[in-house]
């Protein structure tokens, strides 16, 4: 092989599609638009909804109530499930519940509840907490660290935005 065959065949650009130019062209006469129809009619224009008279599936979609696009997103995390993952002592942060599977997913923010037994002294870092969580942190010897949300209402816009896409 030599170096000039390496491009051989390969055109940069693709060639453009000569429509209309007689018989031999194989896109002559009808010019690739077929025979009749509201296809084949110039100006003929097409909402990107419309499903060949069909009833379009954003009409067909039932839509009720409102959907708040900035609400904020929490992740509800029971007392209980703090008592079975982490050990005596151990710190309870974001980074730390996300390694054990506690809080998966995306959320804006944290919020401890308290359903289930702590036995264990645990420092719970968490953007919410529910009065019983909070009595049972404390009373397991635990301290409560509340943290401050840190996402925007913008931002959580964005955040959707992609999860959509």
Request: glycine residues 12%.
């Amino acid at each position: 092989m030599n170096l000039n065959d390496v491009h051989r065949g390969i055109q940069k650009n693709r060639k453009r599609k000569r429509i209309g130019r007689g018989p031999g062209s194989g896109t002559g006469k009808t010019s690739g638009r077929g025979h009749k129809g509201q296809k084949s009619r110039s100006g003929f224009s097409r909402k990107p909804s419309f499903q060949g008279g069909a009833m379009p599936m954003f009409r067909r979609v039932p839509k009720r109530g409102f959907n708040n696009r900035w609400a904020v997103t929490v992740f509800a995390v029971n007392v209980g499930k703090l008592n079975e993952r982490f050990n005596d002592g151990d710190e309870v942060t974001l980074a730390a519940m996300a390694a054990k599977d506690v809080a998966k997913g995306t959320f804006d923010e944290v919020k401890i509840l308290g359903d289930g037994e702590l036995t264990k002294k645990l420092t719970v870092a968490a953007h919410r907490f529910s009065k019983s969580a909070e009595e049972k942190i404390t009373a397991a010897g635990g301290t409560v660290v509340k943290l401050v949300a840190k996402r925007t209402p913008a931002e959580r816009v964005a955040a959707l935005a992609s999860e959509k896409a």
